[in-house]
């Protein structure tokens, strides 16, 4: 490379070099962030579990919010979700206060509000109840003075529980793969963010567009990622998560990325996405 060449990111931006986040000198209230996309298998409850890591390593006090009845965030921080008090409890009111739900996990400043397939239950349960779009809300309006940021992993798709996501959240993160077929479902994403906005809750952003399973050796990949890039400009993370066997293994492990396999490119790019959110100035 010449001597005064920039060198780009996988966005076509310069690569910058993000410092490590300040120390917080208090904790709370907490930006609460609904990583969303309808469409399965596109690094979701992955980034959730690594970016909540993340931004823990770094002081922050992070509470994940397992909103998938398959319970995948809950299972890969290796935490039980049967016989104890989950997510689907408060929605219910059948448990009242959040914290007798949330569960530590092994990370420090990392906790978690567990779910299971009880939760695929809810949207029966709640379809005739006052206000039904905003009962997380309700429930995590408890406890968000003790965090710094709330990250809730939605399930794949677009029904009751996803607005109620949507409804609580202070912004919309969205993991999105590099392939044709995770770019045609998020028009009809922001479609349902603009909604929910609309009739819901005003103060919604879309916090960004995180890129995931990239590879740049493919040129399906960068021209997908080119293509995000066109469409939706800044709001792409300059950070982008490339593909590896050990993001599935950590997660079989019920470990984070960053415990599991600290020197994988896949963990300080987790950690960058971390840097980069306090940089943005989404989160603390």
Known sequence: MAKNQVELGPTGRPERIIPAPP???????????AMCNQKGGVGKTTSTINLAAALAR???????????????????????AHDVPTIYDLMLGKVKDPREAIQRTDTKDLDLIPANIDLSAAEVHLVTEVAREQILAGVLRKVAGEYDVILIDCQPSLGLLTVNALTASHGVLIPLACEYFAL??????????????????????????????YDSRTLHAREVLERVVDTFGDKVFDTVIGRTVKLPDAQIAAKPILDYAPSNAASEAYLKLARELVQRGIVA
């Open 23 to 33: 120390k917080l000198d208090r904790h709370g209230p907490a930006r609460i962030i």
């Open 58 to 80: 770094y002081g922050r006090r992070v509470l994940a919010v397992d909103f998938d009845p398959q319970g995948a965030l809950s299972a890969g921080l290796g935490v039980p």
């Open 184 to 213: 045609r479902g998020v028009a009809l994403l922001v479609e349902t963010v603009d909604k929910v906005r609309d009739r819901l809750n005003p103060a919604l952003e879309l916090d960004g567009i995180l890129a995931t399973m």
